[in-house]
């Protein structure tokens, strides 16, 4: 099996301040994801990729720039993180397109103060 | 459009209890229906998938069915233990595009022992 690495687990940022997650993947899948978990609304999808070097958009994507310059990771940025900003951040991989199953990391808890 | 709606924002049982948890959709074509289950500090991970050739899936002793007249995916289970406290997302794929799975908002379901 393989494993999916997030980092850092949590995040602590200023208002204004450009934060960065990182996610590694062992799997060798081609595709790569980046959701946002809030508190009762679900997972949305902000940027996924589907081989490197690829970024596609998402329904959340404003506000992030995300990047894809090896098969095995994929990083997040919050260009300019918002004050009283709580989310977790979940990257997830799968082999293919949206019927394939995807595995998730544990995720990463932003804070802003 | 998409959609997956869970009416159910928290499920409580006692162990041995029946468990059932509401999800319907609302989509064109012939989609493609998961259940993926989250454990606290833990990212969602696979219960089970269900496509319209097999109408059906199990996993563990949960099972779903897919009925395309009610447009309805519920997730039963006979007798939940403690150790199925998680949070349950239903979530559609309505084509093979990678960015089209829908996610519910998600049950939480608490098991007392």
């Known amino acids: 099996g393989g494993i999916i690495t997030q980092t850092p687990k949590f995040l602590i940022g200023q208002e204004g301040q450009k934060l960065t997650l990182k996610c590694q993947q062992n799997?060798?899948?081609?595709?790569m994801y980046w959701y946002r978990q809030d508190s009762g609304k679900g997972l949305r999808l902000i940027y996924y990729?589907?081989?490197?070097?690829?970024?596609q958009k998402g329904d959340l994507s404003e506000g992030y720039d995300a990047s894809r310059e090896k098969k095995s990771s994929f990083s997040l940025t919050v260009t300019s993180a918002q004050k009283n900003e709580m989310a977790v951040f979940l990257c997830?991989?799968?082999?293919?397109?949206?019927?394939?199953?995807?595995?998730f990391g544990s995720g990463t808890r932003l804070t802003v103060l | 459009g998409n959609s997956v709606t869970q009416m159910q924002g928290q499920v409580t049982l006692s162990e041995e209890e029946f468990l059932f948890i509401n999800c319907t959709y609302s989509?064109?074509?012939?989609?493609?229906l998961f259940w993926y289950v989250q454990y606290p500090g833990e990212g969602p991970q696979l219960l089970l998938k269900?496509?319209?050739?097999?109408n059906k899936g199990s996993s563990r002793g949960f099972e779903a069915t897919y009925d395309k007249g009610t447009t309805s995916f519920h997730l039963q289970k006979a007798s939940v233990q403690e150790s199925d406290s998680a949070v349950y997302y239903c979530?559609?794929?309505?084509?093979?595009?990678?960015?089209?799975?829908?996610f519910g908002k998600g049950t939480v379901l608490l098991v007392s022992p």
């Open positions: 990729s589907i081989t490197e070097n690829d970024l």
């Open positions: 979530v559609l794929a309505h084509d093979s595009g990678y960015n089209k799975l829908t």
């Open positions: 997830a991989s799968s082999m293919g397109g949206g019927a394939e199953t995807l595995y």
């Open positions: 989509t064109t074509g012939y989609p493609t």
């Open positions: 799997f060798n899948h081609d595709t």
């Open positions: 269900v496509t319209t050739a097999n």
